[in-house]
């Protein structure tokens, strides 16, 4: 089994490797083999959203849970609703869409109540006090067990953390992406966790660099930089593979519960989960701190 971290202040333990299933793909077997696998391998949290392909990915979540669904804390999002002809989607974080979309999810995901109920996305002007009364309704309707948000904007998110109850913040967070870290430990000390999505950085921290497109880098990153880090981590380390070094990475910290890379296939989630085996030493996180740049968020500040 995996290591188990507890959420924020409430009583949802999920295991430091979670599955983020927006990368599942739409082939129904093999969606749920890949979650079936996870499940087997120990990972205990399973992300989706309502916005991932339409929903269709909720019900694909759903079938693979079916008599599972005990084994796994249980989360997707809401906040995106798709346009009638679905050829986009706006934003709509009123009391009323939330109140209505979570039964949509329920019904999708083929069950009773969802455990992590989370807004995908969010800005300063939107009726927060009115968001967290929908959010603290469900919970005593018994529809959801907890909720968090979906942010990577320091004004929401100092917001939700002194105006709601909110158990996480999920964050993209990896080596090339240290932007959350001048946000850790407030969010820590507020009784909070991180959920870090995105550790592989779109497969840049992985041995797909080397047969990357040499134009394509990732944000502040040209692709030769990236290319240069991941070479000093292969010097690094020493029989582990870089997967498993990028996903450990953003566990480092206390506050991140788990890291949910995503999953296409079978060996990539039986290799995902086999991060959980390795290590980084306090000079080895300092090695990478050091090869990486700690940028801050630049929009959306106080």
Same mark, same amino acid.
């Given at each position: 089994?995996?290591?188990?971290n ?33 499940l ?18 909720? /019900? ?15 989360? !997707? ?18 009391r ?19 455990? $992590? ?5 969010? !800005?300063?002007d ?48 990896s080596l ?5 870290e ?6 820590? /000390? ?9 550790? $592989? ?5 992985s ?27 292969k ?7 870089l ?9 480092h ?16 989630? !039986? ?5 959980? !085996? ?25």
């Amino acid at each position: 089994m995996l290591k188990e971290n507890q959420l924020g202040s409430s009583n949802l333990y999920v295991s430091e490797i979670g599955l983020g299933c927006m990368s599942l793909g739409e082939d129904e077997q093999t969606s749920i083999n890949i979650i079936h696998r996870a499940l087997e391998k120990g990972t205990t949290f399973v992300d989706t959203a309502d916005l991932y392909e339409f929903g269709k990915n909720e /019900e694909l979540v759903g079938k693979a849970l079916k008599g599972k669904r005990d084994q796994c804390v249980l989360a !997707t999002k809401v906040g995106n609703r798709w346009s009638p002809d679905k050829d986009g989607w706006e934003w709509d974080p009123s009391r009323n869409y939330i109140k209505h979309a979570v039964k949509n999810s329920l019904l999708r995901l083929k069950t009773d109540y969802i455990d $992590l109920y989370q807004l995908h996305g969010g !800005t300063i002007d939107d009726p927060i006090e009115e968001i967290v009364d929908a959010f603290e309704d469900l919970k005593k309707e018994g529809l959801i067990r907890e909720y968090g948000i979906s942010s990577i904007r320091p004004n929401v998110i100092k917001e939700y953390l002194s105006r709601s109850n909110i158990v996480s913040i999920m964050m993209q967070y990896s080596l090339l992406d240290r932007r959350p870290e001048e946000w850790l430990n407030l969010i820590r /000390e507020n009784g909070v966790s991180v959920i870090a999505r995105g550790p $592989l950085a779109k497969g840049n921290l992985s041995e797909r660099i080397f047969a990357s497109s040499p134009d394509k880098g990732f944000l502040d990153y040209s692709h030769m930089e990236i290319k240069e880090i991941v070479l000093k981590m292969k010097d690094l380390a020493n029989g582990r593979s870089l997967s498993h070094i990028a996903i450990r990475y953003p566990l480092h910290h206390p506050t991140v519960a788990s890291t949910i890379p995503g999953s296409s296939k079978m060996a990539q989630v !039986t290799s995902n989960a086999a991060a959980s !085996t390795i290590s980084l030493s306090n000079d080895e996180i300092h090695l990478l701190q050091e090869w990486t740049k700690n940028s801050q968020y630049k929009n959306h500040r106080d």
